[in-house]
């Protein structure tokens, strides 16, 4: 699909949206409270005879849009309370200053009612150890989901570089693929090997859940550590979010999130979109204190000078996705099916190696991929009580790394050392080669309401998975190309029940993993393999009072081998079908507590966790014979410990100020005592694992004012700044303490000033990151960009 | 057919016998010059930590303990590739793929220095597959699986000449894969093999060729033997070729750890005093004495024995590619190239693949992979009395075998 499509498409749809709109209509913005003057989150509110309504969200607040000029009377409910009729006149575009006090119901004296709560409320109450991201506060910044994600406790993203760069995605300590990422529930490899939090604008998403350690059952994902769930927006009544951005670097982003329902007929549709692109061009700095020296050669070609920065030139990065769903709602047999279609779109040029060492000025790499869909929910199916939602999608994606260049071995100042003729620019002959994966995937989820806060869940995923590549240039050389398909087969069980009149929250769960695989060996022999495994967990929270609870959580979790661990992937990965799944053992114990002391907030959320993860797969390089370049094999090994505690205190005064700083410390260690296969104990047996940051933290303060220029508008100014302290780059106590060095502690100081008229309808950005323009490093030797600058234009619009 | 490497973990296994080989290199093509005697040696070694490799001095190789804690240097970052190594006494010399750079470090103080780094992407492959001493000061190497070379002058550092050998006795539509460069007075020895481009087939044949050094023109191709392949090493570090009498001798390598080419045996081929062409009525078959096992090179012992370690029974014992490393599976050989026998099999129960070895005064000292003892141990043998003695401990070792350097 062309941009010119994506963004046909957008446009009609959001003209279609934005057509029913001209009617004479105003706004009311106000606050629900209790007789203390506490905020209340989580009240419904609705304009009596109108399909107008909304819920109070943090300190009680909420806005109604586009309400009739007129009298009207407004419904407020909430479990907890008493509901009450209310009053308004709208006679004005904006009517503020309302607020309505709740009186507590008499059925809750004495107890506590949680289901008044939001979503994501009643998730940080549950016995999981999870973070919620209510992605609203940070709609108006140039972020991606990563980069949000990065400010959250216990999550450590490692980024390679720039925009689209590879990265590494850390939960307490455990990294890679031990973490399972989901839009929707849905295993996020579902949607191509294009669709990435790294791409992903947080515009598109309503809410970032991220299960650390334990995961629910109802992810049918192997998540050895934990797992990582975006919430889109989606199935709203009317929505529109039209977002661009310009800034350093040539960076454009643009993100498209719009929703349709026809009250009437039942029809739906949902559209969402990004476009991103960037050069990339940051400046690379020689950093001695980090050991780090950009090299050029001399005049003569015979050493090296080194220079004190170099522009990057070869790191554009461009994506786009667009994902079309069209279905009925309300339906007697339905209420929701839906089909849609997502298409995305990657090119990425490649700048530099494993390290910045080695200097790329030509391989690029291009993907898309096309993934039909279709989804389906129903309530009370054949009885009270039971609900399906059934989803599948069939992806195909497509890749093309190119490598065609006869000039190799670039420097900094942009010149190629070399010149081959049969040579590409990586290895030792040319070639275009062609990835094909085919991703399928079903799921089904029933729950069953045995009786009032009894829940039996049941979710079953199957996924298949095969992959075919093959060069361009030498189409016949099939020496290592393969075909292998792998088929995983999750189920998951799960049994929630709240006691006490729902102070105490419990679930127990359990999982099975089978895989299923065909090997094609380079002998061209066929073998099948197959092997299953269970899991189990356990959360529970209790609330001491209202405000203040604990929660526990422990899982046996496992991470199937996957494709291209097992079967290679034909270029630089070559398979090993020995390979046995990771296990871990997962603990988490927490407490938390959140109150509004009149229009002050504060909340505070604290935990301890235990990892003990064995059986790790790990790559190790090697080195092909005929190419002349390096491959890697996967291999089991032992697996390592982590116990941590991580700390986060929240303050809200009203909506003039938010604060948030957390730290989270992570002590991981070689859990593995003796070299595998012998009787020898391993030197760093116990030791804390090289090259990972151990302590780090962020702080994140917002002032704002409503109404200062206008009617209507909101300025905010928000700062925010990362830590992470000095790591070692190899094991603390092995070799010379005069031959070893660190990698030096980071605060990196981002801030941004958002304008926002008519109650946040249109909003603008001025947003600066790594503000002191820090060198910054996530990685040894791959310096991220520096000082950014970013101008962002945002358009929303919701009516629930 | 692609054949699989080692990994960059193991290529430290070849760095002993890149020292071997150097060690004898250089002996026999100063041939028959009396040993310096050095009276207080001095030694040291690189220790794998499964995260991290240290180059550490050793104060005695027959007692105490060796352990990279507080001591040594992280070479993980200096020596990045391994099979890329080099060493002339104090100095080590490197090629670094990644950074394409070619450095120079000297191991004093008990730590290594760097000495001079100068730009290096004069091959198409920055992957060495063998390294020849042509003087003290001159260095020619060459990718692996390729017909390439460079010269490096290591005393000026400079790249002196660079290309690719002489395409005579090349077929059309084939490659040359050159697995050995031995001096030979004022020619250059090659050993090779063909690689047909369009069957992506590497012939079961060896081949060898002679040319004029230093100008490396007038070559010619002298021989062509089909009774086992490749003729000398895969990979830049395996022991492969010694000189003795005038006669060299080059060991073949079909191990799958080498070429791959499970069918042939492995053995040397000789190239008597005098020619440049392979002997067609010598070939000492080390296989054939060993029930088909197949061997790779670990050190040159002198007066025409070789230590040699042998993989035993591995339809058994290799289960999947890492137990080509960590399987305990392997034997000490000493082989007489003049009588073609297996004089000896060293005394230790079946190990790990360990081809760590130095020879000091007629004494070889091996650090020994031996996955039922408490740790690595230098082990000394002494060819003269048949005697195995156990040595200094090294603390911390992983799976991949550490490796032994003298360096004076």
Redesign the interface.
């Known amino acids: 699909m062309s941009i010119a499509r994506v963004a046909g498409i957008t446009v009609a749809l959001c003209l279609s949206v934005v057509g029913g709109w001209a009617q004479q209509v105003g706004e009311v913005k106000g606050r629900v409270v209790s007789k203390d003057d506490s905020g209340i989150e989580g009240i419904t509110i609705r304009i009596r005879q109108q399909t107008i309504a909304t819920v109070s969200g943090e300190g009680g607040w909420f806005v109604l849009q586009q309400v009739p000029y007129g009298n009207h009377q407004v419904e407020l409910s909430g479990v907890g309370y008493e509901a009450l009729t209310h009053a308004i006149a709208v006679d004005r575009p904006l009517q503020t200053g309302v607020t309505i006090v709740l009186a507590a119901s008499n059925r809750s004296l004495g107890t506590v009612d949680v289901s008044g709560r939001t979503a994501g409320e009643q998730l940080r109450q549950s016995g999981y150890n999870v973070n919620v991201i209510e992605t609203r506060q940070y709609a108006n910044t140039n972020a991606d989901i990563n980069q949000i994600l990065n400010r959250s406790t216990g999550v450590k993203i490692r980024e390679q570089g720039g925009l689209g760069s590879n990265y590494t995605f850390a939960i307490n300590g455990l990294s890679g693929n031990h973490i399972k990422f989901f839009i929707d529930g849905i295993p996020i490899e579902a949607y191509g090997s294009g669709m990435s939090f790294n791409n992903i604008p947080v515009n598109i998403a309503e809410r970032i859940e991220v299960y650390k350690g334990v995961v629910p059952a109802h992810f049918a994902g192997d998540a050895l550590g934990g797992a990582v769930n975006i919430v889109t927006n989606r199935d709203r009544r009317r929505a529109i979010d039209v977002s661009y951005s310009y800034g350093s670097f040539n960076t454009h982003r643009t993100a498209v999130s719009t929703n349709y329902t026809e009250p009437e007929t039942g029809l739906q549709v949902n559209f969402n979109g990004y476009f991103n692109h960037s050069d990339n061009d940051y400046l690379m700095r020689t950093n001695p204190k980090a050991n780090e020296y950009l090299?050029v050669?001399t005049e003569d070609?015979?050493?090296?000078d080194t220079i004190a920065s170099a522009r990057r030139f070869h790191d554009a990065y461009r994506s786009y996705m667009g994902q079309l769903e069209v279905g009925v709602s309300n339906k007697k047999w339905a209420d929701l099916m839906v089909v849609g279609v997502t298409y995305n779109n990657v090119y990425n040029e490649q700048q530099t190696?494993?390290?910045q060492?080695?200097v790329i000025g030509h391989v690029n790499n291009r993907s898309n991929s096309l993934v039909p869909n279709i989804r389906y929910r129903k309530a009370r199916l054949f009885t009270e009580g039971l609900s399906l939602s059934a989803f599948a999608n069939l992806a195909n994606d497509k890749s093309v790394v190119t490598d065609t260049s006869s000039y190799?071995?670039y420097?900094w100042d942009q010149r190629p050392?070399?010149y081959?003729a049969?040579?590409g620019e990586l290895a030792?002959t040319k070639s275009i080669q062609h990835y094909s994966g085919y991703n399928n995937l079903a799921q089904a989820a029933l729950n069953y309401e045995l009786a009032s806060d009894h829940l039996l869940m049941l979710n079953y995923t199957f996924n298949s998975h095969y992959r075919k590549s093959y060069n361009e240039i030498d189409p016949y050389?099939h020496?290592?190309d393969q075909s292998n398909r792998l088929n995983k087969h999750l189920v998951g069980l799960s049994y929630n029940h709240q006691l006490l009149a729902n102070r105490w929250t419990n679930s127990l769960f359990g999982k099975y993993y089978g895989f299923t695989g065909k090997v094609v060996a380079?002998d061209s022999s066929v073998s099948n393999q197959a092997a299953h495994y269970f899991g189990y967990g356990v959360s529970s929270s209790f609330l001491i009072i209202p405000a203040w609870g604990v929660k526990a959580s422990y899982e046996h979790a496992y991470r199937l081998p996957g494709l291209i661990e097992l079967y290679g992937n034909g270029i630089e990965v070559?398979g090993?079908p020995?390979l046995t799944p990771e296990n871990s053992d997962n603990y988490n114990l927490g407490t938390f507590y959140n109150r509004w002391f009149g229009r002050h907030r504060v909340g505070v959320t604290a935990g301890v966790f235990y990892r003990d993860a064995k059986n790790y797969i790990h790559s190790?390089?090697?080195?092909?014979?005929?190419s002349?370049?390096?491959?890697t094999?996967y291999?089991n090994f032992g697996g390592i410990k982590v116990e941590g505690a991580e700390v986060e205190v929240q303050y809200a005064l009203g909506n003039l100020i938010r604060f948030t700083a957390n730290l989270s410390y992570e002590n991981a260690v070689?859990r593995e005592k003796f070299?595998?296969?012998?009787?020898?104990?391993?030197?760093?047996y116990g030791s804390r694992?090289?090259d990972q940051p151990w302590l780090y933290g962020n702080t994140d303060f917002a002032i704002g004012k409503d109404d200062l220029l206008g009617q209507g508008t909101r300025l905010e100014f928000n700062w925010f700044m990362q830590f992470v302290n000095e790591y070692a780059?190899?094991?603390s106590?092995?070799?010379?303490?005069?031959?070893?060095y660190y990698i030096p502690a980071q605060w990196i100081q981002n801030a941004a000033l958002t304008y926002s008229i008519q109650h946040g309808r249109y909003n603008v950005t001025l947003e600066s990151r790594n503000l002191t323009d820090q060198i910054a490093y996530d990685n040894s030797k791959l310096q991220k960009p520096g000082r950014a600058v970013f101008l962002k234009f945002r358009y929303n619009l919701n009516i629930k | 057919m692609n054949i699989p490497a080692i990994s960059g973990k193991r290529v430290q296994l070849w760095l002993g016998a890149a020292l071997m080989a150097t060690t004898f290199s250089a002996c026999n093509n100063n041939d028959n010059t009396a040993p310096e005697v050095i009276d207080d040696p001095e030694f040291a070694i690189i220790v794998g930590t499964g995260n991290g490799r240290f180059f550490l001095p050793v104060e005695d190789l027959m007692s105490g303990t060796i352990s990279p804690v507080g001591k040594g240097t992280d070479v993980s970052t200096i020596l990045t590739w391994e099979e890329n190594v080099v060493q002339k006494g104090r100095d080590i010399y490197h090629v670094d793929p990644n950074a394409a750079k070619f450095g120079k470090y000297r191991f004093e103080d008990g730590v290594l220095k760097t000495i001079q780094e100068i730009p290096f992407s004069h091959l198409p492959s920055l992957y060495i597959g063998w390294h020849t001493w042509i003087d003290d000061d001159q260095l020619i190497l060459g990718p692996r699986s390729s017909n390439y070379y460079a010269i490096v002058n290591v005393k000026t550092m400079v790249v002196t000449k660079s290309g690719e050998f002489d395409k005579t006795g090349i077929p059309a539509n084939h490659t040359r894969r050159v697995f050995s460069v031995i001096p030979k007075g004022t020619k250059l020895l090659l050993g090779y093999g063909l690689y047909n481009e369009e069957t992506k087939v590497h012939y079961d044949k060896s081949y060898t060729a002679v040319l004029d050094f230093p100008s490396l023109t007038n070559l010619q191709v002298t021989s062509e033997d089909e009774r086992s392949a490749p003729i000398g090493a895969l990979r830049n570090g395996y022991f492969a070729n010694f000189t003795e009498e005038g006669n060299t001798y080059i060991l073949t390598h079909p191990i799958p750890l080498g070429a791959n080419k499970p069918h042939l045996p492995t053995g040397f081929f000789r190239v008597n005093d005098g020619t440049y062409k392979i002997d067609p009525d010598y070939f000492f078959n080390v296989s054939a004495l060993r029930d088909g096992d197949q061997q790779l090179g670990v050190a040159y012992l002198g007066n025409g024995k070789a230590l040699l370690i042998s993989a035993h029974d591995t339809e058994t014992n290799v289960k999947e590619w890492n137990d080509w490393w960590y399987a305990a599976m392997w034997q000490y050989l000493v082989v007489d190239v003049k009588t073609q026998k297996v004089v000896r099999t060293l005394d230790f129960p079946l190990l790990g693949n360990s081809r760590s070895a130095v020879v000091h005064n007629g004494k070889v000292y091996i650090a020994v992979n031996d996955p039922g003892a408490d740790a690595v141990y230098i082990w000394e043998y002494d060819s003269n009395t048949d005697k195995l003695t156990r040595g200094a401990k090294v603390d911390g070792a992983d799976n991949d075998t550490p490796m032994l350097y003298k360096l004076n």
């Open positions: 090299r050669l070609g015979g050493g090296f190696g494993a390290t060492e080695r190799r071995v420097r050392d070399a081959f049969e040579a030792t050389n020496s290592r380079r070559v090993n020995g190790t390089p090697a080195l092909d014979n005929n002349g370049g390096t491959f094999s291999y070689d070299v595998r296969g012998t009787n020898r104990v391993k030197v760093s694992l090289p780059y190899t094991w106590k092995l070799a010379a303490p005069n031959t070893k």
